[in-house]
C-alpha cells in the first residue's frame, strides 16, 4: 500500500539515506540563511541597544508582530501532535513515512516560538526572573512550562522511533567524518535490529504519543489564554482555546503538505511520499477547515448580533473599517476558497495541493495577526495626548526583519536535522513492506 | 512642589555627600594610625541621626559609605509592604475639571516621565448625541480586584495591603502583560530611555516613587505612595488648581480636597453625588470614584 513499485529493501535503503549527507547545495542553502539570519540579527543587536522603540509598537497596541508571529508558530507546531500521535493511534498507516517530516516541523515551529517571545521583552536580560519569581497565576508561566514540555516530548517523539535509522546510518553511509560517525554512535544506542528492542521502540512511542496530545492541546490553549483572560472586548471570549487549536491544525496541515512537497521534490522520494499522501493530506485538510470554519463562524456571528458597545468597534472595524480589507481575504481567500477547492480530487495533487497550502499558510500568518493586533487599536478608554504613532499600529523594518529572521531559525532548524537523519521511517517503511510481501 | 522635589534631592545628595566625606576620613585616618602606631585606636566620634530620627554617636573608624545594596532592600521592603491600616482611595469631581493639566505636568515632574507617558491623562470625554463633552482625569484605578496583577509572570506589579497596585521596575520583564490586560488604559511603557536617564543613573531606586525609570519596563501611576508615607497627598491631587480631587483613607472614611484642603466623609461625599466607577460591569473593583459631570 505504500510503496506502489515493489522494491526490495536495499533500494529503500539506498534511497531514503541518500539524502543524508552534505552536498554542496546543501552547504550553498545554509550559507544563505545564515547570512540571511546574521542580516536579521543586526535589527535584534539594534533593540537591544535602544530599547522597543525600534518597534512600531506603542501605550495601546503594545502586542504586535511578534506575538502574532509567536501564535502562528506555536499554532503550526501542533501538527506534529495531529500527525504522529492523533493519526498514529487511531492505527493509520499511511502516515508512515509523512510521521517524521510532522515531528521535524513541530520542532523547528515550537523551540522558535519558544525564542520568539525572548525577542518580545522588553528586558530579555531579565528572563531568569521568570524562573526565579514564577507565579502560577499568569499564563505566561504557564506558557513557557508547556511550550519547554512540548519541545522536550517532541524531540523524544522524534528521536526514539530515530534510533533504529541512526544505526543504519552507522553501518551503510560510507565517507562520513569522524564527527558525524561518533554522534550516530552515540545515538543509536548500541542499537542492534533485536525484537525486544523494536518492542521497547513501540512501547515508548505509544507512551509519548498519549503524553503529547493533552500536551499539544494545552499549549495552544493556554497561548489563547493570553488574550482570552484579559477583560478586553473582542480577547474576552470564552471559545478561543478551541478556536485557536483548530485553527492551530489548519496551518500545521498546510505547513506539512509544503514540507512534503519540498522533500519529495529535493530528496528525490516520489516513491515513498506519493500521490495518495497528498490526497490524504487533502482530505484531512478539509476535515480539520470546516472545524475552523465552523469557530470562525461562532467567534464572528455571535458577538456582530448583539453589537455590545467595546466589541462593536472593533467588530466594525474588522468587517468594514480599515482591517477589513484583510479580513475578508483572511477569510475568504485562506480558509473558504481554499475549502472548496480542496473538495475536489484533482485540487489534492501535489503541486495545486501545496500552492493552496502557501496560500493558507501565509493566510493563517495574517489571521494570528488580525486576532491579536486590531483588538487593541480599540481599548475602552479613548486614545488621547499621545504621539500619531500610538493610534494605529504599522510594524517597522526592524520588526520585520527580526520575524523574518524566525522563519529563517525554522528553515536552518528544519534543514539540518532533514539532511542529518533521513526525513522518512526507513525501519517502518521496510517493516511496511515486509507485512504486504508477508500477506 | 517641583521646588520642594529639588531641595529634597539636594538634602539627599548632600548627606550622601557627608556620609562619603566621612567614609573617606576615616579611611585615610584608619590609613595613618596603621603607620603611626596601633595604640591611637579611638579617634573622634560622630553625631549621626539614623533612619528612624535617633541621634547616635559613632566611632568615625567605623563609618563606611552608605551600600546601596542595602539602601535598594530597605526602600524594597517598605515598598512591598505599604502603609498598614490604610486604605487608599481618590475620588475625581468632574464638574470641576477645566483641563488645566497641572496634575499631568506634577505627575511627569515626579516620576521623571516623556510627554507622552501618563500616569494621570486628562482625557475629554465626548458624547456623540448631544455634542458636548467634559474632561475626566484617569489615573490607575488601584483596583480591588487588579487583572494586572494576576497576569504577571513574575511578581514585578503587586497589590499593597493599603491597597495601592505598584510596579517594581527592577523585577519587571517587559512582557507587557499587564497592559493588555488594564482595560483602563492605565500603565505605559519606557519604549525608549527614559527622560534624563543619565542623570538619575546611580540614584538608589525608589520603588514607591518608581524613579529613577528604567527602559524596557513598564511604569504606572503609584497613587503617590512615596508622598502619602510623609502625610502628605499625591502629587496631582495637590497640583490641581480646580478642587477637583479628594484623595484619602476609605478606613477613616474621610477624603481631603487637594485645593481647599477641606476634609469631608468619604460616604457621604460618595452618597450625595451619585459617585461611581469606570466600568463597574467588570468586576475590577476600582479604589478611584468619579462624581458624574455636569451634562
Known sequence: MIIENQKSISTIENDLLSSVN???????????????????????FLQLRDGLSVTGLGDFVSWGLYISNFVFFVAASLIGML??????????????????????????????????????????????????????????VWDIAIVITYVAISLMLYYIPLIPDIALCNKKLIGLSKFQRRIYKVLSFGWADKPEQFELIHKFSKILMVLIIPIAISIHTVTSWLFAMTLRAGWDSSIFGPYF??????????????????????FNLKDYITDMHFDKMGQLFVLVSLVYVYFNINEIIVPAYKLREGEATHLMS?????????????????????????????????????????????????????????????????????????????????????????????????SFLAKLFPVIPVWEVKNELGHKNNS | MSEENKNSSRRDFLQKLGVTGLGAIAASSALLS?????????????????????????????LSPVLSDEDKAYLQKKGREGLPGKKFVMVVDLQKCKNARKCMTACQNAHQLHPEQHHINVLEMRNETS???????????????????????????????????????????????????????????????PKDAEIHKNEAYDIELNVPQKKGT?????????????????????????????????????????????????????????????????????????LPPRT
Open chain 2, 131 to 193: 455634542g458636548t463633552s467634559y474632561y475626566m482625569p484617569k489615573t490607575c484605578q488601584h483596583c480591588d480586584n487588579p487583572p494586572c496583577v494576576s497576569v504577571c509572570p513574575v511578581d514585578a506589579t503587586f497589590k499593597r495591603q493599603d491597597g495601592i497596585v505598584l510596579i517594581d521596575n527592577e523585577r519587571c520583564i517587559g512582557c507587557r502583560f499587564c497592559i493588555a490586560a488594564c482595560p483602563y488604559s492605565a500603565r505605559t511603557f519606557n519604549w525608549r530611555e
Open chain 1, 22 to 44: 552534505w552536498s554542496r547545495n546543501f552547504k550553498l542553502w545554509m550559507g544563505l540563511l545564515i547570512v540571511s539570519l546574521i542580516v536579521c540579527l543586526y535589527f535584534y
Open chain 1, 83 to 140: 500527525i504522529t500521535s492523533v493519526m498514529g493511534l487511531l492505527n493509520i498507516k499511511w502516515i508512515t513515512p509523512i510521521a517524521r517530516i510532522a515531528e521535524i516541523l513541530a520542532i523547528g515551529f515550537a523551540m522558535v516560538a519558544g525564542l520568539i517571545i525572548i525577542t518580545d521583552m522588553g528586558r530579555p536580560d531579565r528572563l531568569h526572573h521568570v524562573f526565579m519569581f514564577g507565579r502560577v497565576q499568569s499564563p505566561i
Open chain 1, 245 to 266: 487549536v483548530a485553527g492551530a491544525f489548519v496551518a500545521g496541515c498546510a505547513a506539512i503538505i509544503i514540507a512534503m512537497y519540498v522533500f519529495r521534490t529535493a
Open chain 2, 34 to 62: 596603621g603607620c603611626s602606631s596601633e595604640k591611637s585606636e579611638e579617634t573622634k566620634k560622630v553625631k549621626l541621626l539614623t533612619q528612624d530620627n535617633k541621634l547616635v554617636e559613632v566611632d568615625s573608624s567605623q
Open chain 1, 318 to 414: 474588522m468587517l468594514t473599517g480599515h482591517n477589513s480589507f484583510m479580513f475578508w481575504l483572511v477569510q475568504i481567500g485562506g480558509l473558504l476558497i481554499p475549502f472548496i477547492l480542496l473538495l475536489f480530487n484533482k485540487m489534492r495533487k501535489p503541486l495545486p495541493i501545496m500552492l493552496i497550502s502557501i496560500v493558507v499558510l501565509v493566510a493563517a500568518w495574517f489571521k494570528r495577526y488580525l486576532i491579536v493586533v486590531p483588538i487593541q487599536e480599540h481599548p475602552y478608554m479613548p486614545i488621547q495626548n499621545v504621539p500619531e504613532k500610538f493610534m494605529h499600529y504599522s510594524p517597522t523594518t526592524a520588526e520585520i526583519a527580526i520575524t523574518v529572521a524566525s522563519f529563517i531559525l525554522f528553515l536552518i532548524i528544519v
Open chain 2, 218 to 290: 513598564v511604569t504606572k501611576c503609584a497613587f503617590s505612595a512615596d508622598r502619602l508615607r510623609d502625610g502628605k497627598l499625591p502629587y496631582c491631587v495637590s497640583a490641581c488648581p480646580n478642587g477637583v480631587y479628594y484623595f484619602g483613607d476609605a478606613n477613616e472614611d474621610l477624603v481631603t480636597n487637594g485645593t481647599t484642603k477641606k476634609t469631608v466623609r468619604l460616604s457621604e461625599l460618595l452618597k450625595d453625588n451619585a459617585a461611581f466607577t469606570l466600568m463597574q460591569e467588570l468586576g475590577t473593583k476600582p479604589s478611584v470614584y468619579y
